[in-house]
């Protein structure tokens, strides 16, 4: 099982990223699929998540900018990011699960599996 995040850069306060996250040893179709950032000195933070290839959910801070998608097809997971602001710098995560229920979809515990982050900075 693998997860492979990329796409992160450097971009100026308004600009756009796109993220993808490849798994491999698995299909995506069955899990939830969480983004999440962290920022230095930081908590690990939720961003979006697809739970269970259903409904996507986003935290209200990036509600409104970011799309999360899904490619069960390609077995990859995307997350469009617009109108950046430099808060919005971190590492991002990509992260599956298995086990997690609605109403635990925030919390980094209940994702087993993660990718290695891509560095995401906005400069003002």
């Known amino acids: 099982v693998q997860l492979q995040a990329s796409g992160g850069g450097l971009v100026q306060s308004g600009g756009s990223l796109r993220l993808s996250c490849a798994a491999s040893?698995?299909?995506?179709?069955?899990?939830?699929i969480g983004w999440f950032r962290q920022a230095p000195g930081k908590e690990r933070e939720f961003v979006a998540c697809?739970?269970?290839?259903?409904?996507?959910y986003y935290a209200d801070s990036v509600k409104g900018r970011f799309t999360m998608s899904r490619d069960n097809a390609k077995n990859q997971v995307y997350l469009q990011m617009n109108s950046l602001k430099p808060e919005d710098t971190a590492v991002y995560y990509c992260?599956?699960?298995?086990?997690?229920?609605?109403?635990?979809?925030?919390?980094?515990?209940?994702?087993?599996?993660w990718g290695q982050g891509t560095q995401v900075t906005v400069s003002s």
């Open positions: 697809n739970f269970r290839n259903t409904n996507t």
């Open positions: 040893g698995f299909t995506l179709d069955q899990f939830t």
């Open positions: 992260a599956l699960s298995n086990r997690v229920i609605l109403s635990t979809i925030r919390a980094p515990g209940q994702y087993g599996y």
